[in-house]
């Protein structure tokens, strides 16, 4: 599985993003798909995920401003950022593993994307 994340950026505070996780292979529908972020200085951090079963699970940081959503038919995964805060900024990965695990934790995760900078300016 190759994941190609894209759609990071220069924002103002309260402005919105829409990123993109693109994946490879046949057996997108049964893989999980989750989003972490990672600022300078800090560790890696869990934002939000979709399940196979199409669930959806947020960090309590982005809940209400964030929404996850997939295309299975496109092999996509979209994270919508709204309502942006300088604390937001941060390099954004997607990372994917088949079934269902402890979709919190970065470790537990085989794939992963190159990552997208998002930039939020006060």
């Known amino acids: 599985v190759q994941l190609q994340a894209c759609g990071g950026g220069l924002v103002q505070t309260g402005g919105s993003l829409r990123l993109s996780c693109a994946a490879s292979g046949r057996t997108f529908s049964t893989t999980s798909i989750g989003w972490f972020r990672q600022a300078p200085g800090k560790d890696r951090e869990f934002v939000a995920v979709?399940?196979?079963?199409?669930?959806?699970f947020y960090a309590d940081s982005v809940k209400g401003r964030f929404t996850i959503s997939r295309d299975n038919a496109k092999n996509t995964v979209y994270l919508q950022m709204n309502s942006l805060k300088p604390e937001d900024a941060a390099i954004y990965y997607c990372?994917?593993?088949?079934?269902?695990?402890?979709?919190?934790?970065?470790?537990?995760?085989?794939?992963w994307g190159q990552g997208t900078l998002v930039t939020v300016s006060s």
């Open positions: 990372a994917s593993r088949s079934g269902s695990f402890d979709y919190y934790s970065s470790w537990n995760y085989d794939h």
């Open positions: 979709v399940t196979w079963a199409d669930s959806r």
